[in-house]
């Protein structure tokens, strides 16, 4: 199962987040409140990481250098009013969602307010210096939302922080901070060097109990957990908790190799599966928002979605890589550039697409307006596209990787071997799907759920447009392209389907019929 499968499937949340703190009860995550209205610290138990060595017995030295340049970032937001989203204050971080699983079930106390009266809130996180003009790095969703923001040094000192930049795709930002003394600092790491198995150090601090350490190993590398199109996270089993996020993760070397930013947790607290933000990534993100400000990303238009192998059967590709355009936005660079529904995309800039990720990547990288080469596969044949790069906004995908309930029927079309049962689009059922005039194709009044179609993800409602990228106009049509494509001896069909506003293409294999 994907990590957003297991994510989903346990309801908890893979964002680390602040430790909040809602006033007028000023209660952490770390505490809890007891009858009397005290604050305690709520006992939990950590599981010792089994095999841990240290170089020459012990981390201290790499401790002694890095905790200086290692500090807490306190942001102060305007919060929700109370009994919305359970009086958390919330910011438009992609990790969103993850905040409402992760925060919803704390049992926290709720702030003994007027409804609907808006409430002064604190928001605690991490970060780490990384020049000595006072130049840090944390991530954007402990600052996101923030009218002021303080950051206390390892020695006690606060001080009052600039924010200089950040970017949400990343989920990075660059604070500045004047000081009358010299600050401590920390260096950047090679992570593409790391292993897995190496050893690696999470420093800062949780729920806000002051700096802290702790110990693990890389336990994986390049780990996608679905939040945008940068995700390539180390995974880390050195416990991590809330508050952490923004704080660095070092090597044995005592440099920077990632940012702490996410937890998968079922319960609240570390379970020793963490993910951090890799230096390489980090670096050069930092570099420009500290150079401009704000980072633009390249902006393409098309919806895609993997080439698997039914699908790289059913259009004759002889290899199951690449990106398959399920629809080219209107007005788009790719739509004035002549990408169309349907081409698969092997290669941008010159670089070679694996999968929707790599294109998603690829694009996003390239700086808005450059001309660059699509490789692409169309109908049975390769050519190259000639495309200028569009700038994206944080309300345009890149290049994104994409239950209507149908009216019932007695009698339809049936497509052959695959298991469907169709209808034509009448008035009657476009108005009551609320379909487009120009919507035409037919609608899947029937799945058998013993047939192939539902086994490749055919759903009641869906509407079919197009069969082996040809365009269809009814349920007739359907069947009968769907009944040359059995007879052409491909394994599988391919059908351009559309479903709550969006077009996806599904392979249906003809051996499962």
Known sequence: MSPLGILRRHRVAALLGAALIISPVIVSFAQSANSTGVSKIVATTQTPVAGITAPNGSFAPIV?????????????????????????????????????????????????????????????????????????????????????????LDDGTELPAKLVGRDAKNDLAVLKIKSDKPLPTIKWGDSDRLMTGDQVLAIGNPFGIGTTVTAGIVSARGRDLHSGPFDDFIQIDAPINHGNSGGPLVDVNGNVVGINTAIYSPNGGSVGVGFAIPSDQAQKVVAKLMKDGSIQYGYLGVEIQSVTPDVASAIGLDHSGGALVSKVNDSSPAASAGVEAGDVITGFAGQDVKDPKDLSRAVADVAPGAKETLDVWRKGKAMQISVNVGQNSDD??????????????????????????????????????????????????????????????????????????????????????????????????????????????????????
């Open 64 to 152: 002694a250098a890095d905790k200086p340049a290692v500090v807490t970032v306190t942001t102060i937001m305007k919060a929700q009013p109370a009994g919305a989203d359970d009086g958390m204050p919330l910011g438009n971080s992609p990790f969103d969602q993850y905040f409402r699983q992760f925060f919803g079930d704390q049992g926290m106390p709720a702030p003994q307010t007027p409804p609907q009266q808006a409430q002064r809130a604190e928001a605690l996180g991490s970060g780490f210096i990384v020049s000595a003009d006072g130049t840090i790095v944390t991530n954007n969703h402990v600052v996101d939302g923030a009218s002021s923001i303080k950051v206390t």
């Open 396 to 513: 345009v995908k890149t290049a994104s990787a994409g239950e209507s309930n149908a009216p019932s029927a007695e009698q339809g079309s049936r497509a052959p071997a695959i298991g469907l049962g169709l209808m034509d689009i009448t008035p009657d059922i476009r108005q009551e799907m609320n379909l487009a005039e120009n919507e035409h194709g037919a609608v899947v009044a029937r799945v058998n759920p013993d047939k192939a179609a539902a086994a490749a993800g055919i759903q009641l409602g869906d509407v079919i447009v197009a069969v082996n990228q040809a365009p269809v106009k009814s349920a007739r049509q359907v069947t009968q392209a769907i009944t040359q494509a059995s007879k052409s001896g491909r394994k599988s069909v391919l059908l351009l389907v559309e479903r709550d506003g969006s077009q996806i293409y599904v392979a249906v294999p003809f051996a499962n019929g």
